[in-house]
């Protein structure tokens, strides 16, 4: 099993940075790839970024090129988003998944295990 905690969500205005964090316990960190998704009320969970188990290799959705950055640190078992230039329309709960495959996707059904989520409120 693996266990995944977000933190580092809050209330911003808009053109502001936040960094959220996403630890894992559980097995083997390493060979797992990772991804960020994000879910607005209303809405259905998208995709945001997501990372090889090397961190070699990053993948991110069209919305969110140049601005946000996902990395990881094996090390210390933990993954981040760096978000930047922030707009009201990134307001959302932002999801840590764990992809038992090893290489990146887009696709949530990829994605086995899944954190309790990290709200992010940008203020216009």
């Known amino acids: 099993q693996v266990q995944l905690v977000e933190s580092g969500g809050g209330l911003v205005q808009a053109g502001g940075s936040l960094r959220l964090s996403c630890a894992a316990s559980?097995?083997?960190?390493?060979?797992?790839?990772m991804g960020w998704f994000r879910q607005a009320p209303g809405k259905e969970r998208e995709f945001v970024a997501a990372i090889s188990w090397s961190g070699g290799s990053t993948y991110y959705a069209d919305s969110v090129k140049g601005r946000f950055a996902i990395s990881r640190d094996n090390a210390k078992n933990t993954v981040y988003l760096q978000i930047n230039s922030l707009k009201p329309e990134d307001t959302a709960v932002y999801y840590c998944?764990?992809?038992?495959?090893?290489?990146?996707?887009?696709?949530?059904?990829?994605?086995?295990?899944w954190g309790q989520g990290t709200q992010v409120t940008v203020s216009s």
């Open positions: 998944a764990v992809d038992l495959s090893g290489s990146t996707s887009s696709d949530l059904n990829e994605y086995e295990y």
């Open positions: 559980g097995r083997t960190f390493s060979w797992y790839a």
